[in-house]
């Protein structure tokens, strides 16, 4: 009988341990700090977490494909340093799709080597991190990228507009996470995503085009790093060369605290938004309880590690792993 | 060796697991230079016998004694420790390492400061490895070597103590006759050595070639232990499926059809070579042959995972090409796989999901995929297989082996396909569901679908089959209908012994 | 069987094979291209590039080991920016000032403990909870950086120790300090690996770690001495490099995960575990470095070393596949 309940509790954690973690986490903010849940600075927060957050969403398509993607970061640099150069080469109207195709290019090339070359995930996007980045310094030429002329351009608006005094962001932000739930949940092709990286023997054995799947995961990862490349561009209409790097990890701890697993086969798009929304509302409230942003590293690690701990505890049906 | 006292004695063991019980009071002894065959149907508990002796599972009761102590295993190394070695039928080796390493895996001999003993070790290898009398040596990296080498060298690791008892458990199911003659070989010093052995197969003609002894389990019961001389195979086989398995000869009753599907001198690189055959609507036609013989293979490259060197396949007397699976499914051929596990099911998915898989993006309304169409089709192949599952939502991966196979035959069902081809259908399951399997491709083939049936058991492809191609090393060796096939004409010609007759 | 040979014998040579091919182009390209006069293949020049190579380089050992086994270790860089301000930070310490040079071994030490603790901390979760190591370290290297800046603040630290300035300068039979450290993990490294019990049981596990179990090999321990291990090494490589340099910044080491990563597949080990040397992982080190230098010298802009870089990663996995490839015949999954 105990057992049962104890096997409970753990499913019930498992499942729902991000949610539960999540509600800790703010009740403990909020009552530390009155200000947490105000409303402008949770506006605040999602505000900020969306660029990590768009490029979440398409991260998951890929981790759920079974894959990595380690290049996002440095793919976000590209697209960014790309439209903001753009920008006043051609105007932003041309400057936006032509920086979408030529992240999604890159997107495509990863697709094609991963899913129809059948290479290794972890070291293709290893080395495309590096190439891209080299490739964005030399479009650069190593300097900083500013528009000319930033009261008198509208492509501000993507990174500091307001919509019914919603920002930009967050509703660019809201918005594809619907659409993607839809596409996920709801269309044959979210579905062979989950066949493709549950078990892709067992997808290719049903008729299922896992190459083409997989090339797909990453063509909508990099719709998603054009997006937050826009975002950042237009927020801050200038940018280092380096203004996506590391982001590629802290991507993939926002998707596995959402519960990812990197085998493949599971996770959702809300679960993503959810561990996105963690490490910004984390790193705010310990802001806003005057400890310095670096503390929200450390509280972070221990947030992944544990999420991904009770995970695995009560898949094997026991806390601690019975390896000798 | 009648008076000597048992190396090893399994004395009413139990073991049940969450709703079963797996092991239900079993004895079993083994005497000093004896082969003792342990027999049973998958499933019957021959390896979690094996599991509770090596210290893997605790038995709920009973007892272990080894040379009539008792004794308790916690680890398959410490049951060696105490001379029990286990020869397993998966091959458990780290093929990037040498032979000696692998032999010595886990007890390589130390010098000062951690180092190993390369020369004690090479030595020792090299002396276990004479009394295989193999063609290799002990620096040998054991991924460069055949499975008949490599499985020789997981035998070789039970030679690193001097073993009481040995375990095969199905070590000839990769190997060739010339192979086979050396393994018996090495059986048969062991016995001259006083080792006790126990022999886990389910080949007749080995069995009565080698062992003394019989035990047969089923359904986790002890059934009896025979002895060899005295006995015969069908009083084993009697002992291992018991009632109720109905494994009489196949006669159709209704009419075929027209040819559904020919093949004509396909070819795939070693594989298979000049394969010609016909199956009709309505038909059931068996491949059976040994492991290697080239019958998956077969399949594999009529759904299209694999491209044929030449040949040609004729659907309906229309030659199509088939590049892919995607293709074969257009075309109406589907294929159950040999390794559900892997092949057949995303054990994580539910069921539902994995049943609609292949037609997931026609069952749409809009962009959306439609529920209600998918849940009508569960619903249906649900009823009509008689898949016993608490709902749909349920993940593949809780089901029984049974109803797991039936989730995938009901997958390809649902499609209507021309030609169904199942890779041994009744891998893993158990006796009861493997009736309901075998009537389930008889009533098929009787609504006029096109099957082809390939196994390993010949009890299940007699029983089943309209007709019976016999394969051996990759090419057809000769066609039976069901009426001529005996079982001798059958194992002569998987064998390749009768090919020059046949021809 | 003779054809695995050759493919083995490939693989090792091939990043040798690959330093020559870099040799010598950049050897003929200098002559057209070049900036400089010097010749690219200027003795001097080599023994720097060694020098250069060593801060990733001993790195790129430790993750050897830590991939023949098996597991992956994306901490490094973290663990190294830690370790170089433990150093630094010690020396100033007063009881450790007061101590004169004597606290130059003694802030060494705390230094590469520090490194050894880390990733004992590593191993301990890998081992004991049973989480991937991909995500365990993916978590403490955000964590560890966490730890640089709550001990160090935001602000560069530097200490400048003239006696280990000059330590880390010296040069012993024509090669740096910095290389002879470089030279000699290695050596001892790849005795562990290839004489060792505790190396042979590390290939094993990787390779199959089933079986390794089965064995009754204890897959837990050899793990953690292998975390112990690349956090050592980690800690070296932060000694050898700030004694000479005295000033840590808390981003340093930032990526050194991905480049010593990069090595290591460079020079051929499997990042499925089993298969790797250490020796080849050396040569993968350098020819990342003659790669920066050699495009240096004939006058391309240093951004392209990354571009270059990483396509020759990705080149090196299609050749890899092609090389596997076992025919038409083969399954199409």
Known sequence: MTGMTKQRIGNILAKQGILIAFAVFMIGFAIANQRFIAIDNISGVIRSSAILGVMALGVTFVVIGGNFDLSVGSMMSFSTIVVLDLHDKLGPALAIPAMFGLTMALGAFIGFLVGYMKLNSLIVTLGMLSAIHGLTLTWSGGKNMDIADKAGTWFSVFGQGRILGVPVPILIFAGLAIFFTVVLMKTPFGRKVYAVGGNGQAATFSGIPRARIVFLTYVISAFCVATAGLLQASRSLGSQNTVGQGMELQVLAAVILGGASLMGGSGTIFKTVIGVLILGFIQN????????????????????????????????GRLWSPTA | ?????????????????????????????????????????????????????????????????????????????????????????????????????????????????????????????????????????????????????????EIGRALTVDPRAVIFDEPTASLTDAEKVVLFKVIADLQAKGVGIIYISHRMEEIFKITDRITVLRDGQYRGTLNTAETNEDEVTQLMIGRSLDLSRNVSHHEMGDVALEVRGLTCGKMFTDVTFAVRKGEVLGFYGLVGAGRTEIAETLFGLRTPSAGKILLEGQEVQINSPIDAIRHGISLVPEDRKNQGLVLGMNCRDNMTLPQVGDLTAGPFVSDGAEIAIFDQYRDKLDIRTPGWRQIAGNLSGG????????????????????????????????????????????????????????PEVLHVSDRIIAMFSGRVMREFTSEEVTEDTLVQAISGISADKVA | MTSNRYRDILKHGAIWAFILVELTFFSIAGEYLSVSDKAFMDFDNMLLLLKQSAPIGIIALGMTIIMINGNIDLSVGAT?????????????????????????????????????????????????????????????????????????????????????????????????????????????????????????????????????????????????????????LAALSAVVFYSESGSVNPNDGMLFELWAITAVVLGGTKLTGGYGSIISTLGGVIAIQLLRKGLGHIGAATETVNLVIGLILIAVLLLDRQLNLKGKQELKI
């Not at chain 3, 290297?141 to 530097?158: A, C, D, H, K, W």
């Open chain 3, 80 to 232: 190294y920016a830690l370790s170089a301000i433990v150093l630094l930070d010690s020396m100033t310490w007063p009881a450790l000032q007061a101590m004169g040079d004597w606290a130059i071994p003694l802030a060494w030490g705390l230094a590469l403990l520090t490194g050894a603790i880390l990733g004992a901390i590593n191993g301990l979760i890998v081992w004991k909870t049973g989480v991937d190591a991909f995500i365990v370290t993916l978590g403490s290297m955000l964590g560890y950086r966490g730890l640089v800046f709550m001990i160090n603040g935001e602000q560069p630290t530097s200490h400048l120790n003239w006696t280990l300035v000059d330590f880390a300068e010296a040069q012993f039979l024509g090669l740096h300090t910095a290389s002879w450290f470089l030279l000699t993990a290695a050596l001892v490294l790849w005795l562990m690996m290839t004489r060792t019990v505790h190396g042979r049981n590390a290939y094993a596990i990787g390779n199959n770690r089933e079986a390794a179990v089965n064995a009754g090999i204890r897959v837990g321990p050899h793990m953690m001495w292998n975390f112990v291990l690349i956090g050592f």
């Open chain 2, 1 to 153: 060796m009648s008076e000597s006292i048992p190396v090893l004695r399994l004395e009413n063991i139990v073991k049940t697991f969450p709703g079963v019980r797996a092991l239900d009071d079993v004895s079993l002894s083994v005497l000093p230079g004896e082969v003792h065959a342990l027999m049973g149907e998958n499933g019957a508990g021959k390896s979690t016998l094996m599991k509770v002796l090596g210290g893997i599972h605790a038995p709920d009761s009973g007892r272990i004694l080894i040379a009539e102590e008792p004794s308790v295993m916690t680890s398959p190394q410490h049951a060696k420790a105490r001379g029990v070695v286990f020869i397993h039928q998966e091959l458990s080796l780290a093929d990037e390492l040498s032979v000696a390493e692998n032999i010595f895996l886990g007890e390589l001999p130390l010098k000062s400061f951690g180092r190993v003993d390369w020369k004690t070790l090479y030595d020792d290898t090299d002396a276990i490895l004479k009394t295989l009398n193999v063609g290799f040596n002990a620096r040998t990296l054991v991924g460069d070597l055949s499975i008949a080498n490599q499985q020789m060298v």
């Open chain 2, 403 to 458: 109803n797991q196979q039936k989730i995938v035959i009901g997958k390809w069902l649902s499609m209507r396909p021309k030609v169904l081809i199942v890779d041994e259908p009744t891998r893993g399951i158990d006796v009861g569901s493997k009736s309901e399997i075998h009537n389930l491709i008889r009533e098929l083939a009787a609504q006029g679908y096109a099957v082809i049936v390939i196994s390993s058991e010949m």
């Open chain 1, 285 to 316: 409230g310990l802001l806003l309880m005057g400890l310095a942003f670096y503390v929200q590293y450390v509280v972070t690690w221990g947030i992944i590690i544990l999420a991904v701990w009770l995970d695995v505890a009560a898949k094997r």
